[in-house]
T-cell receptor
Framework: KQEVTQIPAALSVPEGENLVLNCSFT??????LQWFRQDPGKGLTSLLL?????REQTSGRLNASLDKSSGRSTLYIAASQPGDSATYLC???????????FGKGITLSVRP | NAGVTQTPKFRVLKTGQSMTLLCAQD?????MYWYRQDPGMGLRLIHY???????AKGEVPDGYNVSRLKKQNFLLGLESAAPSQTSVYFC????????????FGSGTRLTVV
């Protein structure tokens, strides 16, 4: 059974810092990995989707990498801003009807 | 672009009552999913559908039923609500195949008292 782990559960950083959020998964036989952002009381917004054949994806200040063999993904946020404060979830798709398995998320707080 | 729309956004039920949550998508997606999100548990899949007229069980299906009579709609039913079903429910949809990501609705916050 696929398990997705995100550690730590919470992170607080000062504004302007570059930071890395980690995600690990137990079964490397994935089709893709998706990073989401969730604001308090809101739904999930897709940030980046990395196919199994890709190593990384970039969108603005965000860069996500994928290392299937080691079962790891990282989300890099450059020059963090208070508006980046949210919970970040990663999820993997093992291809069985595209059901996603989610990590529990990392709650990020960026201090002004 | 509406995307994925969930109704209602909030609901309070008494134990034993029934209700239906509606999810509607306008992106012609084949796949639709219902998840619940609980503190400390993350998102867990309740039921899903890979096309009109099909449904299948996810990780935590007990106490819920679903129907996909139209491609754009996916309904989640609670026949006899229990306090353990207090949660935030999210609907999501996706194109078929593994090259596409998910689009989520904004959620339904359900409290069973």
């Amino acid at each position: 059974k696929q398990e997705v782990t995100q550690i730590p559960a919470a992170l607080s950083v000062p504004e302007g810092e570059n930071l890395v959020l980690n995600c690990s998964f137990t079964d490397s036989a994935i089709y893709n990995l998706q990073w989401f952002r969730q604001d308090p009381g809101k739904g999930l917004t897709s940030l980046l989707l990395i196919q199994s054949s890709q190593r990384e994806q970039t969108s603005g200040r965000l860069n996500a990498s994928l290392d299937k063999s080691s079962g790891r993904s990282t989300l890099y946020i450059a020059a963090s801003q208070p508006g980046d404060s949210a919970t970040y979830l990663c999820a993997v798709d093992t291809g069985a009807n595209s059901k996603l398995t989610f990590g529990k998320g990392i709650t990020l707080s960026v201090r002004p | 672009n509406a995307g994925v729309t969930q109704t209602p956004k909030f609901r309070v039920l008494k134990t034993g009552q029934s209700m239906t949550l509606l999810c509607a998508q306008d992106m012609n997606h084949e796949y639709m999913y219902w998840y619940r999100q609980d503190p400390g548990m993350g998102l867990r899949l309740i039921h899903y559908s890979v096309g009109e007229g099909t449904t299948a069980k996810g990780e935590v299906p007990d106490g819920y039923n679903v129907s996909r009579l139209k491609k754009q709609n996916f309904l989640l039913g609670l026949e006899s609500a229990a306090p353990s079903q207090t949660s935030v429910y999210f609907c999501a949809s996706s194109y078929s195949g593994v090259y596409y990501g998910y689009t989520f609705g904004s959620g339904t916050r359900l409290t069973v008292v």
